[in-house]
Nanobody, 115 residues
Framework: QVQFVESGGGKVQPGGSLRLSCAAFGIIFTIYDMAWFRQVPGKARELVALISRGGSTMYIDSVKGRFTISRDNAENTVYLQMNNLAPEDTAVYYC?????????WGQGTQVTVSS
């Protein structure tokens, strides 16, 4: 059964850090580029960071230098280390293979950055 389970969110003050985890089930993890997305109410979901099968990474401009995506192929898990968080990073964060399994979004994990 295909499933993506995100965890690690929470509420932090501006400048704080969080590490998100996403466990993937039911897929051949190593053949996919994996991505983190985020969504705020009333706005479209946006891709935040991507890590290729080979480990190459890509980030949107607003998180470059603050977020780091990584993957553990042995554990079928992708991570997002988020440092120097800002209020505009507040969103529900999701992960899944980029360009695949579009009907299998997980529950996401809420990140709230507020003083």
């Amino acid at each position: 059964q295909v499933q993506f389970v995100e965890s690690g969110g929470g509420k932090v003050q501006p400048g704080g850090s969080l590490r998100l985890s996403c466990a993937a089930f039911g897929i051949i993890f190593t053949i996919y580029d994996m991505a983190w997305f985020r969504q705020v109410p009333g706005k479209a979901r946006e891709l935040v960071a991507l890590i290729s099968r080979g480990g190459s990474t890509m980030y949107i401009d607003s998180v470059k230098g603050r977020f780091t995506i990584s993957r553990d192929n042995a554990e079928n898990t992708v991570y997002l280390q988020m440092n120097n968080l800002a209020p505009e990073d507040t969103a529900v964060y999701y992960c899944k293979p980029n360009g695949a399994y579009d009907n299998y979004w997980g529950q996401g994990t809420q990140v709230t950055v507020s003083s």
